[in-house]
């Protein structure tokens, strides 16, 4: 079992529909973080957190550290949104993350 | 625009050439990173620089070369590579321990 799993893998919906996107952890941590991957290669980082919730424009990230769980929304869903979200945890306030597989998320017109 | 920059973008090279990658950055970050992301799998950390100093080397091959002259460039010298190689390789560079900044990535084909 990895230690940081994303669900689901992939996502197809259609613009203005609200998603989801969960990230799973099993090992205790300092921070997660919610990255995006368009596909020309490039990858954004969108969230950095360590509790309660983070909101930039249509995203916001939420993390229960107890559950070690996080979710990360999108509201009113674009296409432009279509890319990969890769969640990623530090372990310990090093430079070593862990990441997820990502979740590809592909938004219709 | 994240600020950090690659170059070249996209690279084809034969198992006997000697190539290098580039990377650098000016956002006053102290810590700089080769990533290795193949189809289909996450992100490998390969190597991690904090003050041009080397502070992870995660099992590469030593045909992968690492330089960093300063904190605002960072290398990766390939040579006698294998096809197995071929994948994207990012560079990133954060504050500290901080948020991730990535560039678009170098496109590596090994014939």
């Known amino acids: 079992k990895n230690e940081v799993e994303q669900s689901p893998q992939n996502l197809t919906a259609q613009e203005g529909e609200f998603i989801t996107i969960n990230c799973s952890y099993s090992?205790?941590?300092?921070?997660l973080h919610w990255l995006q991957q368009h596909p020309g290669g490039g990858i954004v980082s969108l969230f950095m957190?360590?509790?309660?919730?983070k909101k930039h424009g249509r995203l916001i990230a939420t993390i229960n550290i107890q559950e070690k769980h996080s979710s990360l929304h999108i509201t009113a869903s674009h296409p432009r949104d279509s890319a990969v979200y890769i969640c990623?945890?530090?372990?310990?306030?090093?430079?070593?993350?862990?990441w997820g597989a990502g979740t590809k998320l592909i938004i219709k017109p | 625009e994240t600020g950090v920059t690659q170059t070249p973008r996209h690279l084809v090279m034969g198992m006997t050439n000697k190539k290098s990658l580039k990377c650098e950055q000016h956002?006053?970050?102290?810590?700089m990173y080769w990533y290795k992301q193949s189809a289909k799998k996450p992100l490998e950390l390969m190597f991690v620089?904090?003050?041009?100093?080397?502070?992870e080397n995660n099992s590469v091959p030593s045909r992968f070369s690492p330089e960093c002259p300063n904190s605002s460039h960072l290398f990766l010298h390939l040579h006698t590579l294998q096809p197995e190689d071929s994948a994207l390789y990012l560079c990133?560079?954060?504050?500290?321990?901080?948020?991730?900044?990535f560039g678009e990535g170098s496109r590596l084909t090994v014939l």
């Open positions: 990133a560079s954060s504050r500290g321990t901080g948020e991730l900044f």
């Open positions: 956002l006053g970050h102290n810590a």
């Open positions: 620089y904090n003050f041009k100093e080397q502070t």
């Open positions: 090992v205790g941590i300092s921070a």
């Open positions: 957190l360590s509790s309660g919730k």
């Open positions: 990623a945890v530090s372990p310990d306030s090093n430079y070593q993350l862990i």
